[in-house]
């Protein structure tokens, strides 16, 4: 470096923010923004408590590998896994002693799944803290499950109903 100096890059003390650790709401639930993708999935499963992270990584990873084109998003504080233009088949959400994933049309699954709801039509799977679950049978699921019609987020079904009324009147 003959007569030449040299830059550096000076960082401050101070000047660089830490990564904000999630927030967990009652239950343990992870506070995250709701977004669609991947990302904010990923960002959800990374903040869920204890054990039930690895939990969340499993079902996400037997979900991909049952529906490699599954669609997912974040959205009241819960990540959803869809198939496109037919809504949401599925939703997890974390609570204090377990894991509660809905099918949203599972009743009308072969076998239902073990848990009823108030929904006639939903059927939940609960995991508790020994992360046990017959992962066949929830691969199972997920498969039959994205074949049925699923839930339409809000804004997907207004967009659907006003697409529906424009034919009608075209």
């Not at 599972?106 to 995991?127: C, F, M, N, Q, W």
Request: some cysteine; charged content about 20%; aromatic content about 10%.
């Amino acid at each position: 470096m003959s007569g030449r100096y040299r830059r550096h890059t000076v960082v401050r003390k101070g000047t660089q923010k830490a990564a904000a650790e999630p927030v967990l709401l009652s239950g343990g639930n992870p506070q995250i923004a709701k977004g669609d993708g991947d990302g904010p999935v990923q960002a959800y499963i990374a903040a869920m408590p204890g054990w039930k992270r690895g939990v969340g990584e499993r079902l996400d990873a037997l979900i991909v590998a049952a529906l490699p084109d599954v669609a997912k998003a974040v959205k009241w504080n819960s990540p959803f896994y869809g198939v496109p233009g037919q809504g949401y088949f599925l939703g997890l959400h974390c609570l204090t002693n377990y894991i509660k994933i809905a099918f949203f049309q599972g009743a009308a699954l072969t076998p239902e799944p073990p848990v009823g709801s108030k929904d006639p039509d939903t059927r939940y799977l609960h995991i508790g803290a020994d992360g046990a679950f017959d992962e066949a049978r929830f691969t199972d699921w997920v498969r039959q499950a994205a074949a049925l019609p699923g839930y339409l987020a809000p804004e997907a079904q207004e967009a659907a109903t006003l697409k529906k009324n424009v034919k009608k009147s075209g």
